[in-house]
């Protein structure tokens, strides 16, 4: 069980990742459309929490600068341990310290953070492939490709309960 802090996507931006998933899973690829409980949003994580107050965290995050929404543009493709497969942006030349605020302030909270969302340790990646096998690896890389460059606008900010898929919107974007 896991609680993230993350950004969300418009509509238009949230179809075409959930359009990526459904190819995916339709070449019998695993991805966040059948992962666990199946109601994952599509995302970017700015810190991932193992042990939290929620109620501190939401206050902490809430209280940070409002930076409204953004556009981030996903140019590659990322494989990680395990199997996930992840779109990689070229990222804005903020949003690293956006993200390090983020964990300041949840850490201010005494919050247990991710060991990859540690300081300095943090790959921005929305994730789509979640146990792909390198056998499938050409199928997902193909698809990826089909969509990318993709342009995404980032209009919410929620914290993500990982264990119901729960969203609790933030009143900013961080």
């Not at 359009?19 to 666990?36: F, N």
């Not at 042990?51 to 140019?75: I, K, M, N, Q």
């Not at 983020?102 to 060991?115: D, N, S």
């Amino acid at each position: 069980m896991a609680l993230g802090v993350c950004l969300l996507f418009d509509r238009r931006s949230e179809r075409a990742l959930r359009g990526l998933w459904s190819r995916l899973e339709a070449a019998g690829v695993a991805t966040l459309q059948t992962h666990t409980h199946g109601r994952h949003h599509p995302h970017l994580s700015y810190v991932v929490l193992l042990d939290w107050d929620f109620a501190a965290v939401h206050a902490a995050v809430g209280a940070l600068r409002d930076h409204g929404p953004s556009d981030l543009t996903f140019d590659a493709m990322a494989t990680f341990r395990r199997g996930r497969v992840a779109l990689v942006p070229a990222p804005p030349a903020g949003l690293l310290a956006r993200q390090r605020a983020v964990l300041r302030a949840v850490i201010g909270t005494g919050a247990r953070v991710h060991r990859h969302y540690a300081l300095d340790r943090w790959l921005p990646h929305s994730s789509v492939a979640t146990r792909s096998t390198t056998r499938q690896l050409p199928l997902v890389a193909a698809a990826v490709y089909e969509i990318l460059p993709l342009t995404v606008r980032v209009t919410n900010a929620a914290l993500i309960d990982s264990a119901t898929g729960q969203a609790a919107p933030l009143p900013i974007l961080p």
